[in-house]
């Protein structure tokens, strides 16, 4: 009877730390934020901005010093592009440069005074492409362009040249091996459907682990003691403690989680090829290893500014340790080390696996046992961590029950002489 007593008791704690969680989320307007709002409305910007996937018109200067027939042909076979624009003329490449710095142009198509002449006369010519690198969109607009279009015009020298019997003939001469490129995991070529599914998994950590730590802030400011667990009788436990969090921060964030892995691909058309069931075993661990995360770096830190600090400088360097934006295979194997220490490496990896390249969960079964894995460690780093805020609480408690007991003594010293003098 004293054990399911004492389990009853336990269940009661841990639902009293949910409930105090839960009216600390609501009325703190920085928790508030980062656990409704941010999630909410963060992902429908920033997918709304890359919603058009691929750059198209970019302006670019023409510097044609042939004034050619040629030289014409290839500026409007680039105008014509899709993705190109020719925005003006230069009079020379200082001009073009002029223009390029003034963000007028993304950048310039240089075409030398004998470029036809060295046509003309059989050898190689060459064509100039000077781009803005600060966007690598553009410059891949720029720069495939000008390659498809001398390519078409060097098969179409190469055919007068060959002087084919059939139109058949020609075709096996300018390409004796004709290939198909189809990008299988990222059919429009898009950026958004590139990065956006690492990003969307990034947020739901970083936005949770946020939220964690400035309640945590919070609650050490309103502490009379400025500790994390407030002197009560409800948090004795430390499992207790950790499942009461736990338990608020997983209701909030498993709706949080099918928002932004579910309902947001399929409202900006990302590439949806999981299957639910996938999905969900994936996501349990992941949602357990950052939440277990953030209490850990919550008991760390112990300003609300701090914490804000850390994990959006952190954020970028996330994002290129998942290998999305950079390859895996070149990161250095001591960042590879570091970036195992958070869960949304292996969260953003196996997501893209089973959402963007169509995978199943035994293709990801590596990722899918490293979460499990950081939850477990988590969950007992987090057990130590807490016990450790459990001891300086009663330590805070018996210091200040010594002080009331001293006090005490003092009072009870003063009556007894009261007494005494009363007696005489």
């Known amino acids: 009877m004293s054990i399911f007593h004492d389990m009853i008791q336990a269940i009661r704690d841990a639902c009293y730390i949910w409930a105090q969680e839960m009216r600390q989320v609501f009325r703190d307007e920085g928790v508030l934020i980062f656990f409704i709002v941010v999630p909410l409305a963060y992902p429908l910007l920033y997918s709304w901005i890359y919603n058009n996937e ?14 050619s027939g040629t030289s014409r042909q290839f500026i409007r076979s680039c105008d014509a592009s899709p993705d190109v624009r020719v925005f003006c003329y230069a009079a020379d490449i200082d001009e073009a440069k002029s223009l390029v710095s003034r963000q007028l142009a993304k950048g310039i198509y240089y075409i030398p005074s004998d470029f036809d002449e060295q046509l003309g006369r059989m ?34 020298i190469q055919t007068k040249l060959s002087h084919p019997y059939t139109k058949r003939e020609a075709q096996v001469s300018v390409q004796p091996l004709a290939y198909d490129d189809v990008p299988i995991f990222n059919p429009s070529g898009g950026y958004g459907s590139f990065i956006l599914p690492a990003v969307l998994m990034l947020i739901l ?29 409800h948090y004795q436990g430390i499992f207790r403690i950790i499942g009461g969090k736990f338990m608020c921060y997983f209701m909030i964030y498993i709706v949080m989680g099918a928002y932004l892995t579910l309902f947001v691909p399929w409202l900006f058309s990302f590439p949806m090829l999981a299957h639910w069931q996938d999905l969900l075993a994936l996501m349990l661990p992941y949602l357990l290893a950052c939440i277990f995360f953030g209490m850990i770096v919550s008991c760390i830190v112990r300003y609300r500014e701090n914490v804000m600090l850390l994990m959006v400088f952190v954020s970028l360097p996330l994002l290129f340790l998942s290998g999305v934006s950079w390859p895996q295979t070149n990161i250095p194997p001591f960042w590879q080390g570091v970036s195992w220490l958070f869960p949304s490496t292996f969260g953003v990896r196996a997501y893209i696996r089973l959402n963007t390249m169509g995978g199943t969960l035994g293709d ?45 003594e003092v009072v009870e010293q003063i009556r007894r002489r009261k007494k005494v003098r009363s007696k005489k």
Request: charged content about 20%; glycine content about 4%.
């Open 123 to 156: 050898e190689q010519t060459t064509i100039s492409v000077y781009c803005d690198m600060s966007l690598m969109l553009t410059y891949k607009a720029i720069y495939q362009t000008a390659m498809a279009v001398t390519q078409k015009m060097g098969a179409e």
């Open 54 to 67: 691929v750059v198209r018109e970019v302006p670019v200067v023409v510097v044609d010093d042939s004034h």
């Open 364 to 408: 990801v079964i590596l990722e899918y046992r490293m979460l499990w894995l950081q939850a477990i460690a988590y969950f007992l780093i987090a057990a130590i961590v807490y016990r450790h805020q459990v001891v300086l609480s009663r330590q805070h408690a018996l210091e200040r029950l010594e002080r009331i007991g001293r006090k005490m």
């Open 205 to 233: 950590q970083q936005t949770l682990v946020l939220g964690i730590g400035l309640s945590a802030g919070t609650a050490r400011e309103t502490n009379r003691y400025h500790e994390l667990i407030p002197i009560d009788r």
